[in-house]
Antibody, heavy 118, light 110 residues
């Protein structure tokens, strides 16, 4: 059974940093693209970042480019999102998702909440 | 990276059909056959319902169908059931390793 379990969400002050993790199981992690998708509670989904299977081709939304870094450890079956220079508008639930066929996301974790506030 | 445009809401009675549109540009929806649709119930993670414009993953009822014409994609839910009441989001590859989601549509079963 495919499982994605996010962790690392917390309350952080503006300008602070945080690292999210996504532990994957039930599939060969190293063969899949992986993504982070954000959602302000009660609002829509926003694509944040994605990476290819070996982590060499990351992509970022303009809103996080230069502040967030996606990475992965295929030996630990874990996806990461390093978040720096956090802003109030980064407050959201962050979902980890597995890349499916033709740019879809076929499995999602339950999300981890990041709150940026003083 | 502007969000794809969806109507905020749609509704139908049990057994009826509802169609949701998803309008983008030639850079995203119109330029790639990579439109996906997701269903999200309150408090839950999104679930993939459609990929590659019109294909259903295993386990998704055939009441869900989708298509694309030009810069607009559409999702149709036929034979509406109570459990179809949820938020629905489209998404598309937008080139240059970018993706974009739709604004979301709340489907209500009357």
């Amino acid at each position: 059974e495919v499982q994605l379990v996010e962790s690392g969400g917390a309350l952080v002050q503006p300008g602070g940093s945080l690292r999210l993790s996504c532990a994957a199981s039930g599939f060969t992690f190293s063969r899949y693209w992986m993504s982070w998708v954000g959602q302000i509670p009660g609002k829509g989904l926003v694509w944040i970042s994605q990476t290819n299977p070996d982590g060499t081709a990351p992509g970022y939304a303009d809103s996080v480019k230069g502040r967030f870094t996606i990475s992965r450890d295929n030996t630990k079956n874990t996806l990461y999102l390093q978040m720096t220079s956090l802003r109030a508008e980064d407050t959201a639930i962050y979902y980890c998702a597995r890349g499916g066929l033709l740019y879809s996301n076929d499995f999602w974790g339950q999300g981890t909440l990041v709150t940026v506030s003083s | 990276q502007s969000a794809l445009t969806q109507p905020p809401s749609a509704s139908g009675s049990p057994g009826q059909s509802v169609t949701i549109s998803c309008t983008g540009t030639s850079t995203d929806v119109g330029g790639h056959n990579s439109v996906s649709w997701y269903q999200q119930h309150p408090g839950q993670a999104p679930k993939l319902m459609i990929y590659e414009v019109s294909k259903r993953p295993s386990g998704v009822p055939d009441r869900f169908s989708a298509s694309k014409s030009g810069n607009t994609a559409s999702l149709t839910v036929s034979g509406l059931q109570a459990e179809d009441e949820a938020d629905y989001y489209c998404s598309s590859y937008a080139g240059s390793n970018n993706y974009v989601f739709g604004t979301g549509t709340k489907v209500t079963v009357l």
